[in-house]
């Protein structure tokens, strides 16, 4: 009798729920907020943004995803063609610098990057 293994990519290990896109886009056409649908398909964290993982969903919804035929829908928007390519341009604009700064971001010959590198040097105390 041979021993029962099983692999790291088996099913019985996976931790990952499949998402009910079709439950999900019922509610979206619904009208139901975005709080509401998360906690009746239980995704909600537990960090500062509850809601992440909903929202990334719902984003991967609207790119696209398979229905239960096969088929690929796109989840509707509920605003107009316009507002959604202007948040898209907004979330594309570069800050400026000041901004950036103030945000807690640093410079460097590379760009802006937020947090991490070096602390600013202190004076020596001897």
């Not at 729920?17 to 886009?25: I, K």
């Not at 239980?42 to 943004?49: I, L, P, V």
């Not at 700064?101 to 937020?114: D, I, N, P, T």
Request: glycine share 10%; hydrophobic share 30%; charged share 30%.
């Amino acid at each position: 009798m041979g021993r029962r293994t099983c692999h790291r990519w088996c099913s019985v290990n996976n931790k990952r729920r499949p998402v009910p896109y079709a439950r999900v886009a019922k509610m979206w056409a619904a009208g139901t907020n975005i709080p509401e649908i998360a906690k009746s398909i239980r995704r909600t964290g537990k960090r500062d943004d509850p809601f992440h993982g909903m929202r990334v969903i719902l984003s991967l919804m609207h790119k696209g995803y398979r229905d239960a035929s096969g088929q690929l829908v796109k989840l509707p928007y509920r605003v107009s063609k316009s507002s959604v390519r202007l948040s898209r341009k907004a979330g594309k604009r570069l800050l400026p610098e000041e901004e950036l700064l103030a945000g807690g971001y640093r410079q460097s010959r590379q760009g802006f990057h937020r947090g991490g590198g070096r602390l600013p040097s202190l004076p020596c105390l001897r």
